[in-house]
T-cell receptor, first 114, second 113 residues
């Protein structure tokens, strides 16, 4: 069974540009989470989808971040326009339906905004 | 609220040394507790977990016991190997909020031969 995949693995962009990150969860997992680790600090929650619906987006930093989950399958996280402080590693995780506590993480996308 | 505090690294040990990485937490409700590991160039992998007080999670020689009285979940291994060099993250799952995770800041472990 394929694990959680993320694309791209690395992205280097200039301030003001737009970047879109993609996450493909494990097939059949209803829950999809986005997290971010900035500058070696703790990994912080961004948002949570249940199927195609946003369950909790309390961790999204501001309205420059937009997440979608088309048809309850893959998800995208778009940053527009990117700022320097958006640099970090963005992780995606998925878990089974309610009761599936263990989250399975992707390898992360390392974003550097110059 | 929910938070996780773990010891700062890096931690440098010689091969076959005993490892302890401290983790304490604050939580509303009764969370599950996890240790994840990130090897160089890879993503986060579940190392072990415990779902209730006094449970012991174990895997690959690592152990951690869910201590409610001290709100701790310290990671231990009796004899580390060079291949254990990685970053270790302690986390809790907020069962009251769709299992949203709260992580510690990570502890980098370097094991020297």
């Amino acid at each position: 069974e394929a694990g959680v995949t993320q694309f791209p693995s690395h992205s280097v962009i200039e301030k003001g540009q737009t970047v879109t990150l993609r996450c493909d969860p494990i097939s059949g997992h209803d829950n999809l989470y986005w997290y971010r680790r900035v500058m070696g600090k703790e990994i912080k929650f961004l948002l949570h989808f249940v199927k195609e619906s946003k369950q909790d987006e309390s961790g999204m930093p501001n309205n420059r971040f937009l997440a979608e989950r088309t048809g309850g399958t893959y998800s995208t996280l778009k940053v527009q326009p990117a700022e320097l402080e958006d640099s970090g590693v963005y992780f995606c995780a998925s878990s089974q339906e309610l009761g599936g506590e263990t989250q399975y993480f992707g390898p992360g996308t390392r974003l550097l905004v110059l | 609220g929910n938070s996780v505090t773990q010891m700062e690294g890096p931690v440098t040990l010689s091969e076959e040394a005993f490892l302890t990485i401290n983790c304490t937490y604050t939580a509303t409700g009764y969370p599950s507790l996890f240790w994840y590991v990130q090897y160089p160039g890879e993503g986060l992998q579940l190392l072990l977990k415990a779902t209730k007080a006094d449970d012991k999670g174990s895997n690959k020689g690592f152990e951690a016991t869910y201590r409610k009285e001290t709100t701790s979940f310290h990671l231990e291994k009796g004899s580390v190997q060079v291949s254990d060099s990685a970053v270790y993250f302690c986390a809790l799952s907020d069962r009251l909020n769709f299992n949203k995770f709260y992580f510690g800041s990570g502890t980098k472990l370097n094991v020297k031969p």
